[in-house]
């Protein structure tokens, strides 16, 4: 059989986890929330093996910021709700706990897990390795240009593939990145004053952000004379979404055998 990569988000996981337990209101409480998140986790982690019946795993958390994002928008991620302290503080039993299950994991302060995911899947695809991607965010959605790669939605287990894309934003996996420059996309703002339609329509279009900056501004109404006036937010909002490609990790396909 070729080999098939899992590739797990970790904080997108632990944290979605985290916020579905019940929090117990007394004075162990919060550290018996953080015990029930560490067990539902690891049961997590062992259905998704199992789903996915990987030959190779790796688990990456976030490194501490700040990234590149910062540095080129110091207001990235700055509404996000902040990670609860203890929960932050004993991040490292779950380190401990998957590579107690034989499972390889990776941090590296000042990289963020999306782009070390988007940079190993890069590599998996020129060696034509199937990857799949556990997270529910939607910034890896740009790598499912490659029908190698699908992400797995762990807790809907929904699969979303290339096909997928199209369905979901009526656009191609190749066109997101432009689509997101004008929309927004998480933590990374858009076109004031142009939503998901408008950005759809542009695209559709004119094909991509470039096809729409090269457009006469004198003559250009709506959203098209609004992205014009804001070509460097939209310039700005695209190399914020766009994920790594080259990092150097010192990791080898060996090293994540499972």
């Given at each position: 059989?070729?080999?098939?990569?899992?590739?797990?988000?970790?904080l997108?996981?632990?944290?979605?986890?985290?916020?579905?337990?019940?929090?117990?209101?007394?004075?162990?409480?919060?550290?018996?929330?953080?015990?029930?998140?560490?067990?539902?986790?690891?049961?997590?982690?062992?259905?998704?093996?199992?789903?996915?019946?990987p030959?190779?795993?790796?688990i990456?958390?976030?490194?501490?910021?700040?990234?590149?994002?910062?540095?080129?928008?110091p207001?990235?991620?700055?509404?996000?709700?902040?990670?609860?302290?203890?929960?932050?503080?004993r991040?490292?039993?779950f380190?401990?706990?998957?590579?107690?299950?034989?499972?390889?994991?990776?941090?590296?302060?000042?990289?963020?897990?999306?782009?070390?995911?988007?940079?190993?899947?890069h590599?998996a695809?020129?060696?034509?390795?199937?990857?799949?991607?556990?997270?529910?965010?939607?910034?890896?959605?740009?790598?499912?240009?490659?029908?190698?790669?699908?992400?797995?939605d762990?807790?809907?287990k929904?699969?979303?593939?290339?096909?997928s894309?199209?369905?979901?934003?009526?656009?191609?996996?190749?066109?997101?990145?432009?689509?997101?420059?004008?929309?927004?996309?998480?933590?990374?703002?858009?076109?004031?004053g142009?939503?998901?339609?408008?950005?759809?329509?542009?695209?559709?279009?004119?094909?991509?952000?470039?096809?729409?900056?090269?457009?006469?501004?004198s003559?250009?109404r709506?959203?098209?004379?609004?992205?014009?006036?804001?070509?460097?937010?939209?310039?700005?909002?695209?190399?914020?979404?766009?994920?790594?490609?080259?990092l150097?990790?010192?990791?080898?396909?060996?090293?994540?055998?499972?």
């Open positions: 059989m070729p080999p098939t990569l899992l590739l797990i988000d970790a997108n996981l632990i944290r979605r986890i985290h916020g579905a337990i019940p929090v117990q209101v007394n004075a162990t409480g919060e550290d018996k929330h953080i015990d029930a998140t560490v067990i539902a986790t690891l049961s997590s982690v062992q259905r998704a093996l199992r789903e996915s019946n030959s190779h795993v790796l990456v958390f976030d490194g501490d910021p700040p990234t590149w994002r910062h540095r080129l928008f207001d990235y991620k700055a509404r996000r709700q902040p990670m609860p302290p203890l929960l932050r503080k991040l490292i039993e380190n401990n706990a998957f590579r107690n299950m034989g499972l390889m994991t990776f941090r590296c302060n000042g990289t963020e897990a999306d782009d070390v995911i988007g940079a190993i899947t590599k695809i020129a060696a034509k390795i199937n990857t799949v991607i556990l997270s529910t965010d939607r910034i890896y959605r740009q790598l499912l240009h490659s029908p190698l790669v699908s992400q797995r762990h807790f809907r929904i699969n979303f593939v290339s096909n894309v199209k369905t979901q934003f009526g656009l191609s996996p190749q066109q997101l990145l432009d689509y997101w420059s004008i929309a927004g996309v998480g933590d990374i703002p858009g076109v004031p142009v939503g998901k339609k408008g950005a759809t329509e542009l695209l559709n279009r004119f094909g991509s952000l470039q096809g729409v900056l090269a457009q006469t501004s003559e250009a709506g959203a098209l004379k609004k992205v014009l006036a804001h070509k460097n937010q939209a310039q700005l909002s695209m190399q914020l979404a766009t994920l790594q490609r080259e150097k990790l010192g990791l080898s396909l060996k090293d994540l055998r499972y």
